[in-house]
């Protein structure tokens, strides 16, 4: 499985951006995808999730209500529709991907497939 994300790049805060990650290989459907990001110094950290089916959405405690996580089957393809972005959502963002989770996990280690990470940066 190989994961594209798109290019992030620079808003200013309280705008809006919109990553993308495609998938190819394996029927993308089965995946269970996850979105992470990593800011210098700082550990990669789980930032939101999706099951296969799409029906069921997990979100980090600071950008619940402001990103939203969702996923095109037809088009192998999972989104993060980022909001009311903040400086400290700056990051390089990651998409991930694994088969054998039943649901996304806040553990790095526990995905199989990384994108290349996008950098996104929030200026105050």
């Known amino acids: 499985v190989q994961l594209q994300a798109s290019r992030g790049g620079l808003v200013q805060a309280g705008g809006s951006l919109r990553l993308s990650c495609a998938a190819s290989?394996?029927?993308?459907?089965?995946?269970?995808m996850g979105w992470f990001r990593q800011a210098p110094g700082k550990e990669r950290e789980f930032v939101a999730g999706?099951?296969?089916?799409?029906?069921?959405?997990y979100y980090a405690d600071s950008v619940k209500g402001r990103f939203t996580i969702s996923r095109d089957n037809a088009k192998n393809t999972v989104y993060l529709q980022m909001n009311s972005l903040k400086p400290e959502d700056t990051a390089v963002y990651y998409c991930?991907?694994?088969?054998?989770?039943?649901?996304?996990?806040?553990?790095?280690?526990?995905?199989?497939?990384w994108g290349q990470g996008t950098q996104v940066t929030v200026s105050s």
């Open positions: 999706i099951r296969w089916s799409g029906g069921r959405t």
């Open positions: 991930a991907a694994d088969l054998v989770l039943h649901e996304p996990s806040r553990l790095p280690r526990q995905y199989d497939y």
């Open positions: 290989g394996r029927t993308f459907s089965s995946y269970v």
